[in-house]
C-alpha cells in the first residue's frame, strides 16, 4: 500500500547535533507543527498508529526520544543504527541516556523497530551502538513492549539502513494492515 513519507534535513552538523539528540524544542515542533504541515499538505488524517517516526545515526535517537516524549503522536518508531549510546549532561533526567531512562519511565503502546550493524561495536572502551541498540531492546522487551531488534551485517552506512529502512516498515505493519490513515473527506458542496 501506499506511503507518505517526509523528510526532514538539517542545516549542517551543528545544527545536526543540537536539534537530534534529546531536545524538547525539536520535539514539540516535530509533534505539532509537523504533523499540522502534512495534513495541510497531502489531506492525510493523522493517526499514530499509521505514524512512524524514523531516524539513523542521531536521528535513530531522535526518533526514539521524540516517540517517547510524544506517544499521542509517533505510535512507531524505526531506529537505525541509533546513537543510543548518547548520554546528556550530568544532573539531567537524561544522564544515564535513553535506554536507562526509557527503563525508568515506559511509554507503553509504542511500537518498536531497532537495527544495528554488527561492526558498530566499541573499539577502545567507546559506547557503541551495536551493545546500546542491543541494551534498549532488551529493556523494551522485559516490558513487555512490542520490540523488534535485527542485526545487519554491515557498519554505519546508508547501503545497511536502505534495506533496514523496508525491513522495518515490514516488521512494524506487515501486508495485513493498511499503511496509511483513511484520507480527509471531501468538504460537503
Known amino acids: 500500500r501506499p506511503i507518505t513519507a517526509i523528510f526532514i534535513d538539517n542545516l549542517g552538523p551543528d545544527v545536526r547535533s543540537r536539534e537530534l539528540p534529546p531536545n524538547p524544542d525539536f520535539a514539540r515542533m516535530m509533534a505539532t507543527e509537523l504533523p499540522a504541515f502534512v495534513a495541510r499538505h497531502t489531506g492525510l488524517l493523522h493517526a499514530p498508529e499509521y505514524t512512524v517516526i524514523a531516524g539513523s545515526s542521531y536521528g535513530g535517537l531522535a526518533a526514539s526520544y521524540i516517540a517517547h516524549q510524544?506517544?499521542?503522536?509517533?505510535?512507531?518508531?524505526?531506529?537505525?543504527?541509533?546513537?543510543?549510546?548518547?548520554?546528556?549532561?550530568?544532573?539531567?533526567?537524561?544522564?544515564?541516556?535513553?535506554?536507562?531512562?526509557?527503563?525508568?519511565?515506559?511509554?507503553?503502546?509504542?511500537?518498536?523497530?531497532?537495527?544495528?550493524?554488527?561492526y558498530e561495536a566499541a573499539r577502545n572502551g567507546s559506547r557503541d551502538i551495536?551493545?546500546?541498540?542491543?541494551?534498549?531492546?532488551?529493556?523494551?522487551?522485559?516490558?513487555?513492549?512490542?520490540?523488534?531488534?535485527?542485526?545487519?551485517?554491515?557498519?554505519?552506512?546508508?547501503?545497511?539502513?536502505?534495506?533496514?529502512?523496508?525491513?522495518?516498515?515490514?516488521?512494524?505493519?506487515?501486508?495485513?494492515?493498511?499503511l496509511y490513515p483513511p484520507e480527509k473527506p471531501a468538504p460537503p458542496r
Open 70 to 118: 510524544h506517544p499521542e503522536v509517533y505510535g512507531s518508531v524505526l531506529s537505525l543504527s541509533g546513537s543510543h549510546w548518547w548520554r546528556g549532561q550530568p544532573g539531567t533526567e537524561w544522564e544515564q541516556g535513553i535506554p536507562a531512562h526509557l527503563a525508568r519511565h515506559p511509554r507503553p503502546g509504542i511500537r518498536w523497530f531497532i537495527s544495528a550493524g554488527i
Open 130 to 178: 551495536l551493545s546500546n541498540s542491543r541494551q534498549l531492546h532488551e529493556i523494551l522487551r522485559r516490558q513487555g513492549q512490542h520490540s523488534i531488534y535485527r542485526e545487519y551485517a554491515g557498519g554505519h552506512d546508508y547501503a545497511i539502513w536502505q534495506g533496514a529502512l523496508g525491513d522495518g516498515l515490514m516488521a512494524l505493519f506487515g501486508s495485513a494492515r493498511p
